[in-house]
């Protein structure tokens, strides 16, 4: 379609006047000009379009939905699709959202030109995912249907490497994993390559660096010292970079550093200096009870080489006050030293955070495969070494009507959620022999809830009230 054409259809479909439009035409144009477009292409002529309609729909309600039917008429019209009204889940997301599907989720060809429209991503998905199914002896169609329509009615969303590569060549579908570094030039090259692919499949990694050998480490096999943890972490923070530049969104990741390793003070303070080591990193600090223990006393704290002391490794604090007993410390500081730079530097650069090491790993539903010492680049789903973990939130507030919570179909979805997010462990493709074995051993899932505060607010409930703890 023309521009002229894809506005007029859209005014016809939000309402609005011809004259209106005529307005918004001048407006768009000015912009364009003070942005020094003076013959903007067709898609800039539009972005401006939808631009100046959104912050005219703060005060009237039809432009915002103008902005998102243009949209649409767009992503229809280069799919090569005929636009006959909008569809049940073009009605409930917001333009944001069909911008946000237009960015990322929508498949595109060869010529980089999308070929579905947002139903289709939801559509495409269940269908995948529902595969699974039938290795269990269901009928794939029916929990296809049900998995559609729990998306479509925006009362769950999974992860978004689920929605973008369900069905495609490449079907990575998880969107956590902690990926093992271990203190060898080879092994580190190793999850340099199984991070590479998990970037590329826009997903995140955890990564615990404790293990490599502290800053001016004898090298053995060279006479050479070693370069510390923090240097190697800048090739993962480039490798990210990269990746990046290619893929539908950028990488995440969350690089940690026990409490005890001798570089942990770099490591705290490579975010908050004058200038920031980092970019792609999220990075927490492995905090023992012995370390809280020794900062509430006001005691030193030992410092030990991962190389020479193999007690810290996976270290809980029973292991670190032997390691005390068996190991000579590579230096001792102050532990309130340690914990004043975390303080400082979470204050002015918001990172490190704490990972606390002993409250995981009680919790550690299979501690006889191993302790946890690493978590997922947002911190909320604690992993082994080489497990991935797939997500999806419920969206709360679609269960509020006329003042009340509907439990039944709370729980109706909830369990529907949890059977979507284990088929999507059958389904998925994973970028390593260890990471599949992994996964298959433990099936982790992580069900999460949105539209908390929507939710509150239909239900009359203040945010920060008592009744809102409950």
Not at 42 to 53: F, G, I, M
Request: negative net charge; charged residues 25%; aromatic residues 8%.
């Amino acid at each position: 379609m023309e521009i002229n054409e894809l506005l007029t259809k859209a005014a016809e479909v939000a309402g609005i006047r011809s004259s209106e439009v005529a307005s918004l035409h001048k407006v768009e144009l000015k912009l364009l000009e003070s942005r020094g477009l003076k013959a903007p292409r067709p898609t800039e002529v539009l972005d401006a379009c939808e631009h100046v309609a959104m912050l005219w729909g703060v005060i009237d309600d039809r432009w915002s939905n103008f902005a998102k039917v243009l949209l649409l008429l767009r992503i229809y019209d280069e799919a090569g699709r005929e636009f006959s009204g909008l569809s049940g889940i073009e009605e409930r997301i917001t333009y944001q959202a069909v911008r946000l599907l237009y960015a990322r989720y929508l498949l595109r060809d060869g010529e980089g030109r999308v070929r579905e429209i947002p139903e289709d991503v939801f559509r495409r998905t269940a269908c995948f995912v529902a595969i699974a199914e039938s290795r269990y002896g269901n009928n794939p169609e029916f929990f296809s249907r049900e998995f559609f329509r729990l998306m479509s009615e925006l009362r769950f969303i999974p992860n978004s490497p689920t929605l973008m590569n369900a069905g495609t060549r490449r079907h990575q579908l998880a969107a956590c994993f902690v990926v093992p570094v271990e203190d060898d030039t080879n092994a580190i090259l190793d999850a340099l390559r199984v991070t590479a692919l998990i970037m590329k499949t826009g997903a995140g990694a955890g990564f615990d660096f404790s293990r490599l050998r502290p800053r001016g480490d004898v090298i053995a096999g060279t006479g050479g010292k070693s370069s510390g943890p923090v240097s190697f972490m800048k090739l993962f923070d480039v490798l990210t970079d990269v990746i990046k530049e290619g893929g539908k969104r950028r990488g995440a990741m969350m690089g940690l550093i026990h409490d005890w390793h001798p570089d942990v003070l770099d490591f705290i303070r490579s975010k908050c200096g004058p200038s920031r080591i980092f970019e792609n990193f999220n990075l927490s600090v492995g905090i023992h009870d012995t370390f809280m223990k020794a900062l509430q006393d006001g005691c030193e704290w030992y410092l030990f080489n991962p190389r020479s002391c193999r007690d810290v490794r996976d270290a809980l604090s029973e292991d670190l006050i032997r390691a005390k007993e068996t190991c000579r410390p590579w230096s001792v500081v102050r532990a309130e030293e340690v914990f004043e730079n975390i303080v400082r530097c979470a204050w002015t650069s918001g990172d490190p955070g704490a990972v606390f090491i002993d409250r995981l790993n009680e919790h550690n539903p299979t501690p006889h495969l191993g302790r946890i010492h690493a978590v997922n680049p947002c911190g909320e789903t604690p992993l082994l070494d080489w497990e991935a973990c797939n997500l999806g939130s419920i969206n709360l507030v679609k269960y509020v009507e006329s003042g009340r919570i509907k439990w039944s179909e709370l729980a109706r979805d909830v369990r529907l959620a949890v059977r979507f997010l284990d088929d999507v462990i059958d389904m998925s493709w994973y970028p390593d022999p260890r990471v599949e074995e992994a996964v298959l051993r433990t099936r982790k899932v992580g069900l999460g809830v949105m539209g908390l505060a929507d939710m509150l607010v239909e239900l009359g409930v203040p945010y920060d009230s008592h009744d809102a703890l409950y």
